[in-house]
Structure formats: C-alpha cells, structure tokens
C-alpha cells in the first residue's frame, strides 16, 4: 500500500516531481564537477607550479658563509664543507621518491678567465652543474635530472653545454662588460683563484655555447659541466649547493608543528602527508649533516594560490547545493499545500505523522536517487571540460564520488522537505474535510 501511494504521487503529480529532479540534477552536476576538480587542482597545479623553480635547497650544515663581491665569490676552495655526488641517486630511493621531481647540484669556484686575444685574467665565478645528466639509482634505474627541470626560467642564447665536455655558457652581463665582449663559439681560459692569486695548475680552455640570461647571480658568472668545477677546485665527486624540485602539498597548522612535540598519530599523518616538512625530513635522514632550506618565494606562493583556489571551489560547491536545498523546498512546500485534502482524509483514517511523513520521504529519496546519478553524470562532463579548458588535459573519472554525491543529493532533498513536513505535520484533519 505505501509503494501504490508513492508510485500514484509520481503519476499525479509529474511537473512537480521533473522540478524538483531538475534541482538536484543542476546541484549535484556543480558539485560533481568542483569536487572532481578539487581532488585534481592539488596535482596539476603543484605539477604546473614546478615551472617556478626548485623549492628546496640543501648545503652543508657546517659550511662557511659565501664571500662574495660584485657577484664574485672570494671564499677560498678549500674552505667549507661539501657533499658527495654519488649519494644523489639515493634521493630517488626515500618514502617520498615520485614526489622529487629534479635536482641539481652546483659548486661555485672563484676563477680568472681570459679571452683569447686578451692577455689580462678577469676574476669571476665557475658555476659547475647539469643542464641534462643521468644520474644511477641504487637498483639498477636511471634518473635524468639538471638545471633543465630545477631552473627552467633560464633564457639561453646558443645551447647549453654538454656533460663531461670542455664547454661552458656565460652570463650575459659578464659576457657584455668583458673587455671586447665575449661572444658564441670563442674559447676562454678558466683557471683556479686563491684569493688575490692565481693557481699554479694550468688553465683550462672552454668553448664558450651560449649566453645566459637568469636575473640572479648567474648573469655575471661562468657555467660549465660540474666535472670541470670538481677538477678545477681539487674536489672530484663533490658540490656544494643542491636544488631539489619536489611535489608537496600547501603546509598547513600540522605542517607547521615540529615532529618531536606530535602524538604518535599525528606523527605518522604528518609523515604520511607530502608536506615540505616531511619531504625536508625524509632528505635529512638521507643525507646526514646536510641542512633543507625552504625557497620560501615558490612554497609560500604555491601554498597561497592553491588555498584560494580550493576555497573558491568550496564556495561554489556550497552555494551550488544551497540553491538546490531552497528549490526543494518551494516545490516540496507546493507539493504540501495541493495536497493537504490527501494528507487531511489519511489522518482521518488513522493514518500518523510518521507515515504521513514516510510518504513524502520517500517520494523526495527516489528523486534524490534519480536527480543524482544524473547529476553525477553531467558533472563529470563538466569536469572534464574545465579540466581541459583550464590544465589541457580534462579531468579523470573519479567514481568514489558517485556514493558521496548520492549522499549529499539525499541530504539536500531531506533537508528541503523539513519545514513543508512539519507544516504538514501540523494539518488537523477535521477543518480540511470540511473545506476550510
């Protein structure tokens, strides 16, 4: 009997029921679509943000401070502390190894450079690094790597040079203010300077490939293969700076917390949790004596942009499901109102609040059931749209969200029937038979 009256509402009362469907549909198809992207937006924008350089930067933790005059770095090679080349493949062994992305070591070197028609030695800094170098992972794999993923901001004139080879590319305010100016395909001298002097090991030739343009202090400096750096320093296997480009989450409170004051529980979310703490922690325990430095310029941004664009995302999700709740209920307290002789002669024969209510209940489920999977449906496309609109690639199916949005559409359609149910509720029959 209680199925007969739900399947006779349907049939009596169509346009009602199509509105209300309509409702849910437009809710849960805005829904679908910001949550789907929400789950996304995390990735594809910290993927999208790694074009902004490296956010992490790890040195010895006992090394001097950097002299450096006029962009030139006076500290003698043998001062300072410095890191081994061959632990980096280790990098890609920790819990977090999809999550580093690039790193590049370098090792700044203080050096005379001489042009081939000029007689006088110049100082100035040799940069060694990788533009594009494999690195060997324990176990077996490769890992290419370099300044081409860490620094990708770099404006290059020419071409980079190759690793292991007796080539360099110039900074651009020191290839103008050299004397006679230096130029693609010239071959400078390198050599090694300890304080005011030269060194006694002889010079290096370098062909000059190109002429770079970085906005730091790289525009007054040489760079070259980090090999011709090891040898000219006398520090085979060794750098001294690491840029790491890793894939984190925004920080928030707990990522802000030192591990050693957490509970267990928390400890294990934390470390559980790419945060650029965790990450920074995971690279400490690898890489003993060395100390992670936040870039703060990129993490601070990337935690910036993407909070503001999750909350606008909830925003529009909640308003979404708002105007949803409130077209239930107009139609759930039409609904109420056109039938109030039907709820009126089922109390006079007996029938209760509770099964008066079941009714409607019932009624607003099956088009929760039937306006969310539609719902779902749509927001899919519509996700797929925006993802493809706004990333390039649209986003991925995520069917988790089917039972979530089915949940969400029942708790809209209930909550939008409760005032008209309890106005219902309130019906006293024997006025409503009379016509009153």
């Known amino acids: 009997m209680f199925a007969r009256l739900v399947g006779e509402s349907f049939v009596r009362n169509p346009r009602r029921k199509v509105l209300t469907a309509a409702a849910l549909v437009v809710g849960m198809a805005v829904a679908t679509a910001t949550l789907s992207v929400a789950l996304d937006v995390g990735d594809r924008l910290a993927r999208e943000f790694r074009s902004l350089g490296a956010n992490l930067l790890v040195t010895p933790q006992s090394d001097t401070l950097p002299v450096e005059i006029g962009g030139v770095d006076y500290r003698p090679v043998d001062e300072g502390a410095y890191l081994k080349e061959a632990d980096l493949g280790k990098l890609k062994t920790i819990f977090w190894r999809h999550n580093i992305l690039a790193f590049t070591p370098f090792l700044d070197v203080p050096v005379s450079i001489r042009g081939s028609e000029q007689g006088n030695a110049n100082p100035t800094t040799l940069i060694g690094t990788w533009y594009e170098h494999e690195v060997a992972v324990p176990g077996g794999d490769k890992f290419t790597t370099g300044a081409r993923a860490t620094h990708p901001w770099w404006k290059m004139e020419g071409h980079w040079f190759l690793d292991g080879s007796n080539e360099c590319v110039i900074g651009r305010s020191l290839a103008e203010a050299f004397p006679g100016g230096i130029r693609i395909g010239q071959t400078i001298e390198v050599a090694a300077r300890t304080g005011a002097a030269l060194s006694s090991t002889a010079p290096i030739p370098l062909v000059v490939t190109g002429i770079v343009s970085t906005g730091d202090a790289e525009d007054s400096a040489v760079l070259a293969p980090l090999s011709v750096a090891q040898k000219i320093s006398g520090h085979p296997g060794e750098f001294r700076d690491l840029f790491i480009s890793a894939l984190t989450k925004p920080a928030d409170a707990l990522s802000e917390r030192n591990p050693d004051t957490m509970t267990p529980d928390e400890r294990e979310r934390w470390s559980c949790s790419p945060y650029i703490s965790s990450?920074?922690?995971?690279?400490?325990?690898?890489?003993?004596?060395?100390?992670?430095?936040?870039?703060?310029?990129?993490?601070?941004?990337?935690?910036?942009i993407l909070s503001r664009i999750g909350l606008l995302l909830w925003i529009v999700t909640i308003a979404a499901l708002v105007a949803a709740g409130l077209a239930v209920a107009a139609t759930s307290a039409t609904t109420v109102l056109e039938r109030r002789a039907e709820v009126g002669v089922m109390k006079a024969l007996g029938a209760t609040n509770a099964l008066v209510a079941g009714i409607f209940l019932a009624e607003q489920l099956m088009l929760a059931i039937a306006g969310g999977l539609l719902g779902f449906a749509c927001g899919v496309g519509l996700a797929r749209m925006l993802g493809k609109s706004v990333f390039g690639t649209p986003a991925s199916l995520r069917m988790v969200l089917l039972p979530i949005v089915l949940g969400i559409a029942a708790m809209v359609a209930i909550a939008g029937s409760l005032i008209p149910l309890r106005r219902a509720a309130r019906f006293d029959p024997a006025p409503i038979l009379r016509g009153e």
């Open 279 to 304: 990450v920074s922690f995971e690279i400490r325990n690898l890489l003993p004596g060395t100390e992670v430095r936040t870039i703060r310029r990129v993490a601070d941004t990337e935690g910036r």
